[in-house]
């Protein structure tokens, strides 16, 4: 039986005006398009939604949106992180986590704790959650690397804890979760470029950056690699290859919005520290639209 979980899911961007308030309009269109277009379930509150720069009452704000705009159409997961367990259990009770439904939760930063503390860190927040909770393991950006033996020792000991979301980009590490893993935990790829060997290697689904702006060709892709279509899939990755790049070419999301604003989604804008792409990406993107 397919997991809510597996597929594709969207780590949806928050579009801005450009004053830089919120654009909620935007964003009920951004809801409304990967919904139509075929996603398993959205992500609010993500790395790729500048969450570092929202106020927790826009968090709560837009949180409160996407359910709204979701209306159960598909399940929704929320970004509750931070290097700080204490605050992340804050969160938790802050957050109207009602027709939510699990948290995404990234390892804690900035402290570089060791393994016992990563674990630890997890125990703290399973205890207090009411949802189940998706670990989110991306080194590059928190200088901790939540290690193979870790991330099966959470799948044992913490029930709470259903899954990973994966964007080491250390393939080898992730081949051995997924090989030693128990049955029922998610090994979702945070990686779009990555995303199709990870699931020829045996993952569940990807949470996909790229899936703004082409949600049904990512999400297709998904699907054909897992019924093991791998021949039309592979066509598919090649396609979204080139884009995949641009997107990330100088950070994200500044890339995926550049793609949206010339789809005439939403605007392009972003908040400082981010800012949009150069010129000289935006005239690639362009080429890749054309």
């Known amino acids: 039986m397919k997991h809510v979980f597996s597929g594709t899911g969207v780590a949806l961007v928050t579009p801005f005006n450009p004053d830089s308030s919120i654009d909620y309009e935007g964003l009920e269109v951004m809801v409304n398009n990967v919904i139509d277009n075929n996603i398993d379930y959205i992500v609010a509150l993500g790395t790729t939604a500048e969450t570092p720069t929202l106020s927790f009452a826009e968090r709560k704000q837009i949180l409160k949106k996407i359910v709204r705009f979701t209306n159960k159409r598909v399940p929704v997961v929320v970004g509750i992180g931070c290097n700080n367990p204490i605050e992340v259990i804050e969160q938790i009770h802050f957050f109207d986590l009602k027709n939510v439904d699990a948290v995404l939760s990234v390892t804690p930063y900035y402290n570089r704790p060791q393994q016992e503390g990563i674990i630890a860190h997890y125990k703290a927040i399973a205890q207090e959650s009411p949802l189940p909770i998706i ?23 913490i029930p709470k804890v259903i899954g990973i979301k994966e964007a080491s980009g250390n393939l080898n590490q992730i081949m051995n979760v997924i090989n030693r893993k128990p049955k029922d935990f998610l090994v979702i790829s945070g990686d779009d470029a990555l995303t199709l060997p990870l699931l020829a290697c045996g993952a569940d689904g990807v949470i996909s950056v790229v899936a703004n702006a082409y949600p049904d060709k ?21 396609q979204l290859l080139p884009i995949i790049h641009a997107c990330f070419k100088e950070g994200s999301p500044a890339g995926v919005k550049t793609f949206l604003a010339l789809q005439e989604k ?8 981010l800012t949009e792409v150069s010129l000289s990406l935006s005239k690639e993107i362009k080429k890749l639209l054309s």
């Open 135 to 157: 670990i989110y393991n991306v080194g590059s950006r928190t200088a901790v690397n939540i290690e193979a033996e870790t991330t099966l020792r959470i799948a044992k000991e």
């Open 266 to 273: 939403i605007k392009a804008n972003v908040r400082l520290p």
């Open 218 to 238: 990512f999400s297709e892709m998904v699907r054909l690699a897992l019924d093991g279509n791998f021949e039309k899939a592979r066509k598919i990755h090649y």
